[in-house]
């Protein structure tokens, strides 16, 4: 069964700081990859998503993520983060064939200024 | 406006008294999910419906139990909470056959007392 790894349960950063969170899943077959943001009090939100094409996917709020088959690995990456960046991140897979999400745990990033 | 709406937001119910989470949506999507959040942890999928197709999770317990009687809606049924059901239910929807992704409520809190 597919499984998705964050490795960072909470990142603290100042403001301006770069931002790499790396998500890793189990499963090798043609996989669909998202990120969600969960800012406090709110729903989750789908930050970006990578289907196909160019590995390197652009979202919402300057939030960029790279998808590197041979690691099995879709990394969430901001040049310079904001207070406002200050949520809950989640990685989730999704396996070929519209099955649903699986997530990873999450990362609490925390902006400081 | 909002796509996916769960009521209550905040539900406060009695150890072993039976009690219903709604989702509603307007997106007119074939698929929907229920998710359970607790704290620092993944969203785990209970269930979904694919139309009227109901689709459990093996380890899903059976004090759990869903109703889609339309495409709008979907409830969840919990027949006799205990204190370790206390989390947040995340709703979600999404399309088959598209490049699409899962759009979320704002989810349920559920403390069981």
């Known amino acids: 069964a597919q499984s998705v790894s964050q490795h960072n349960h909470h990142v603290i950063l100042s403001e301006a700081a770069s931002l790499e969170l790396g998500c890793n899943y189990s499963y090798g077959g043609t996989v669909n990859l998202f990120w969600y943001v969960q800012y406090p009090g709110q729903h989750l939100q789908l930050l970006l998503k990578?289907?196909?094409?160019?590995?390197l996917v652009k979202g919402i709020k300057g939030f960029e993520a790279e998808f590197i088959k041979s690691k099995f690995s879709f990394n969430l990456r901001k040049p310079s983060v904001q207070w406002s960046d200050t949520a809950e991140y989640f990685c989730?897979?999704?396996?070929?064939?519209?099955?649903?999400?699986?997530f990873g745990k999450g990362t609490r990033l925390s902006v400081i200024a | 406006d909002a796509m996916v709406i769960q009521n209550p937001r905040y539900q406060v119910t009695q150890f072993g008294k039976p009690v219903t989470l709604s989702c509603s949506q307007t997106l007119n999507h074939n698929v929907m999910y229920w998710y359970q959040q607790k704290s620092s942890q993944a969203p785990k999928l209970l269930f979904h419906y694919y139309d009227k197709d109901f689709n459990n999770e093996a380890d899903t317990p059976d004090n759990f139990q869903s109703r889609r009687p339309n495409t709008s809606f979907c409830f969840l049924d919990i027949r006799s909470p205990g204190l370790g059901d206390a989390a947040m239910y995340l709703c979600?929807?999404?399309?088959?056959?598209?490049?699409?992704?899962?759009?979320f409520g704002q989810g349920t809190r559920l403390t069981v007392v």
């Open positions: 979600a929807t999404s399309r088959v056959g598209g490049a699409d992704w899962s759009f």
């Open positions: 990578y289907f196909s094409g160019d590995p």
């Open positions: 989730a897979v999704r396996d070929k064939g519209n099955t649903p999400l699986v």
